[in-house]
């Protein structure tokens, strides 16, 4: 394994806005290896388990509702500091304050429809990506100088 990993969601509204490619670039460009993917629509359960952090916030039930309105996509990345790599490439939670350049900056101006969702913890990361992949999914592949990136 060459860095650390985070589990990154693209969201239904990036799908909806068929921004998903656009996104994943933004990630690729970066240097971070794509280590697992797919298309998944999350059941009720999946979501609330994703999401256990915020239960009892007032935008819950709609967050809940949201994640599993449509199929989304489901990564892990894997770099040097992903963690903290993505959530850069990602901007600000909301897109009104989000840095022109990132993600939300340069696609959303809300709080709500936050396109993408990445970890922000190595905790955090445990937790969700187990609602995502088994061990088999993640593949841990080496490419000749990728290492160059
Ligand atoms: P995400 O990064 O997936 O993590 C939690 C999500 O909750 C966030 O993106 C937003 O979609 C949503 N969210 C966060 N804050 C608010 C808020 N104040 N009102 C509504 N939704 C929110």
């Known amino acids: 394994m060459t860095g650390s990993r985070t589990l990154v969601?693209?969201?239904?509204?990036?799908?909806?806005?068929?921004?998903?490619g656009?996104?994943?670039?933004?990630?690729?460009?970066?240097?971070?290896?794509?280590?697992?993917?797919?298309m998944v629509?999350?059941?009720?359960?999946?979501?609330?388990?994703?999401?256990?952090?915020?239960?009892?916030?007032?935008f819950f039930s709609d967050l809940v509702s949201y994640i599993i309105s449509s199929p989304i996509i489901a990564m892990v990345l894997e770099g040097r500091e992903c963690i903290q790599v993505v959530r850069n490439l990602l901007g600000?939670?909301?897109?009104?304050?989000?840095?022109?350049?990132?993600?939300?900056?340069?696609y959303s101006n809300g709080i709500q429809y936050t396109l993408v969702h990445a970890s922000d913890s190595?905790?955090?990361y445990?937790?969700?990506?187990?609602?995502?992949?088994?061990?088999?999914?993640?593949?841990?592949?080496?490419i000749e100088g990728e290492n160059l990136i």
């Open 41 to 58: 629509k999350l059941n009720k359960d999946q979501a609330e388990k994703h999401y256990a952090v915020h239960k009892g916030k007032p």
């Open 92 to 106: 600000a939670t909301d897109g009104s304050k989000a840095a022109p350049g990132t993600i939300r900056g340069d």
């Open 22 to 38: 656009e996104i994943i670039s933004r990630f690729e460009h970066k240097g971070l290896k794509i280590i697992a993917m797919k």
């Open 126 to 142: 445990q937790h969700e990506v187990s609602i995502y992949f088994n061990n088999q999914e993640i593949l841990d592949y080496q």
């Open 9 to 20: 969601l693209i969201k239904p509204d990036a799908l909806k806005r068929r921004l998903s």
């Open 122 to 124: 190595e905790e955090s």
